[in-house]
């Protein structure tokens, strides 16, 4: 079964420091699709970035980048120079294969960041 | 371009109360879906619709929620009767069929208190 793992409840960073989230998968597909999302305190999920499997670089958006180890099955957000916006709940997300004919999402746990002035 | 756009915000009900939430996705997006996210988790998926039609249902307690999204556009959520464990965010997404990353797109929630 499709599965994904955030072992990191909560996380503090420095203002303008970079920041690691975890995200480990777990899937037999070879086709499938990584997503992060953040989401503040208001409850909206905001869409951060994607890697697709076969992708053969890392992806970036501004200052969001994704450490993708397939081997590793990890899928890592790297937050550079932290803002103090960037204190909310973000998730990892995976499409499942099996999940309809437009593929549903399995999210993990997600983990808080907390952004120190 | 309007967001996905949910209603009411917040709603407080005593358990065995009836409950409904309305959901109008993105202008053009076939692809509707309804997640409940409980307290400390991440969202879980109960429906997925495409167009006017059910894709998966799997997740949905189909004893006491109901959906349904008539006209392929707008979509409602219905809990009857509401449990105490009922209580969470309930989160509208949409999602097109063309271009981009397929990622979908989420409205604000409507957090549901069942007391």
């Known amino acids: 079964a499709q599965k994904i793992t955030q072992t990191q409840p909560g996380m503090f960073v420095q203002e303008k420091e970079a920041v690691t989230l975890d995200c480990t998968y777990d899937t037999s597909d070879p086709s499938y699709g990584l997503f992060w999302y953040k989401q503040p305190s208001s409850g909206e999920m905001i869409f951060l970035i994607y890697q697709g499997s076969y992708d053969q670089q890392n992806a970036t958006e501004g200052r969001y980048s994704l450490n993708f180890q397939k081997a590793r099955k990890s899928a890592n957000l790297v937050i550079s120079a932290s803002q103090l916006g960037d204190s909310a709940m973000y998730f990892c997300a995976m499409r499942d294969p099996y999940g309809g004919s437009q593929g549903n999402l399995i999210f993990g746990k997600g983990t808080k960041l907390s952004v120190k002035p | 371009e309007a967001g996905v756009a949910q209603s009411p915000r917040y709603k407080i009900i005593e358990k065995r109360q009836s409950v409904a939430f309305w959901c109008n996705p993105i202008?053009?997006?076939?692809?509707l879906y309804w997640y409940q996210q409980i307290l400390g988790q991440g969202p879980k998926l109960l429906i997925q619709?495409?167009?006017?039609?059910?894709?998966?249902d799997s997740q949905l307690p189909k004893d006491r929620f109901s959906a349904e999204r008539l006209k392929g556009v707008d979509s409602t959520l219905k809990i009857q009767p509401a449990k105490l464990e009922d209580s969470a965010v309930y989160l509208c997404?949409?999602?097109?069929?063309?271009?981009?990353?397929?990622?979908?797109?989420f409205g604000p929630g409507t957090r549901l208190t069942v007391l």
């Open positions: 202008s053009g997006h076939a692809t």
């Open positions: 619709f495409q167009n006017n039609g059910v894709v998966d």
């Open positions: 997404a949409s999602r097109g069929t063309s271009g981009g990353n397929n990622e979908q797109f």
